[in-house]
C-alpha cells in the first residue's frame, strides 16, 4: 500500500484525529462538569476523579500505542481509536452512577493517547519534509477547536439537557471519524519496541517537553477558575477566558509550526519555550482584562505550539526512530501533567489561592527554557 497522493487529506485526519481524541473528549468535559454536579450526577470529588482517570487512561493509550499500530495496523488503530472515543461519549449520555461513567472515562482517555501517540507520526510520514513543520502546527490546532468547542457549543446545548448535550458530542465525533475515516495514509507501524537514543539533544527535547507540560497545566486546568473564582469575575468570564485559551491553542500550532519551516524546528522550539514565560508571569503580577487575555491567548498558542514543535523536532533529530521519540514524550507530558495536576489541587486546598499554582506553572516554563535552549 502507498501513502493518499495528497498530504493534505493526511492533515485533515490528523486535525480530526487530534480534535475529537483530545479536544473534544477531553476539554469539552470541563464545562460539562458544573451541570452534572448540579443536576446530582456526580459530587465534586467524583467529578475530579472521572477527571483523573482520562488523564491516566491517556497515559495507558500512549503507552500501549506503538503495539496497537503493530498488531492492528497504523489505519485500523487510529480507526478504532476514533470510534472508541467518540462511542466513550455516545456511553456517557446514560445517567449511570460513577461506577457506570469511570470506564467510559478512562477508556476515552486511552483512545485519546492512542491518537495523539499514532496521528503525528502517521501525518509526518505523509506529507513532504518542507511542510512538516506546518503541518504538526495544523495537527495540533484540533486541540485549540476542541476547547473552542467545549466554551461556545457546550453552554449552548446544556439548556437541553445533559443527555442531549452528551449525545451531541457523540454526533460530532462521529462525524469526525467518517471524515477521516478514508483520508488516513497507509503508512507502516512504529518499529518494533526499542529505546532510542536518549542522550544528547533528544534527551533535552523529551525533558524540555516533559516541564512545558508542568507550565501548560496551570492553565489547561485552572484558568477559568481563576478568573471565575479567584478574581471573583463570575462564570461567564471564566467561560470567555477559556474561549480565549482555546483560540491561542488552535492558532498557536500552525504560526509555531511555519516558524518552524522559516528558521527550523530547534530555534522555533525553543523560542516557544521563552514565549511560555510570559502568559504564566502575567497572573502573578497584572489582573486587568486586558493582561488576562494576553495571558490566555499565549498560554494557549505556546502549550498548543510545544506539541507540535516537539513532533517536528522528534522528526528531525530521530529519523526512524521519530515515532519512539514522540511516544517517550508524550508519555512524559502526560506523567507530568497527572503528577503537577495533584500537586496543584493540593497547594489550592491548603493556601485557597491560585497563586502558587501559577508559580509551580512558571518555575516549570523556566526550567523547560534552560533545556530546551542547550
Known sequence: MTALPSPRAAIMAGVCATLLGVGLQRFAYAPLVPAMVGHGWLTAGEAGTLGAANFAGYLVGAAIAPAAGRRLGMRPAL????????????????????????????????????????????????????????????????????????????????????????????????????????????????????????????????????FASVAATAHMAWWPDFIARGLGMGAGMGAAGWFLYGVGAALGPALCGMAADRVGT????????????????????????????????????????????????????????APGIWRIGTVAWAAAQMATGFLMAWLYAHTGSHMPIFAVGLGGAVIAAVVGRR
Open 79 to 210: 480507526r478504532l481509536g476514533m470510534l472508541t472515543a467518540t462511542l466513550c461519549l455516545l456511553l456517557c449520555a446514560w445517567r449511570g452512577p460513577l461506577a457506570w461513567l469511570l470506564p467510559w472515562r478512562t477508556l476515552a482517555g486511552i483512545a485519546g493517547g492512542v491518537l495523539m501517540v499514532l496521528a503525528g507520526p502517521a501525518v509526518q510520514a505523509a506529507v513532504p519534509v518542507a511542510l512538516r513543520g506546518l503541518a504538526a502546527g495544523l495537527l495540533f490546532a484540533g486541540v485549540g477547536g476542541g476547547i473552542m468547542a467545549g466554551a461556545l457549543i457546550v453552554p449552548a446545548l446544556l439548556p437541553a439537557g445533559l443527555p442531549a448535550t452528551w449525545l451531541a458530542l457523540a454526533a460530532a465525533g462521529l462525524a469526525l471519524s467518517l471524515l477521516s475515516w478514508p483520508r488516513w495514509p497507509a503508512v507502516p507501524p512504529p518499529p518494533a519496541a526499542r529505546l532510542p537514543d536518549m542522550s544528547g539533544a533528544t534527551g533535552r527535547l523529551v525533558a524540555a517537553y516533559g
Open 266 to 321: 530547534r530555534r522555533a522550539f525553543s523560542g516557544t519555550l521563552l514565549l511560555q514565560l510570559l502568559p504564566l508571569s502575567l497572573p502573578l503580577v497584572a489582573h486587568s482584562l486586558p493582561f488576562l487575555a494576553i495571558s490566555a491567548l499565549l498560554g494557549g498558542a505556546t502549550a498548543a505550539g510545544t506539541t507540535g514543535l516537539t513532533l517536528a523536532r522528534a522528526r528531525d533529530l530521530g529519523g526512524d526512530a
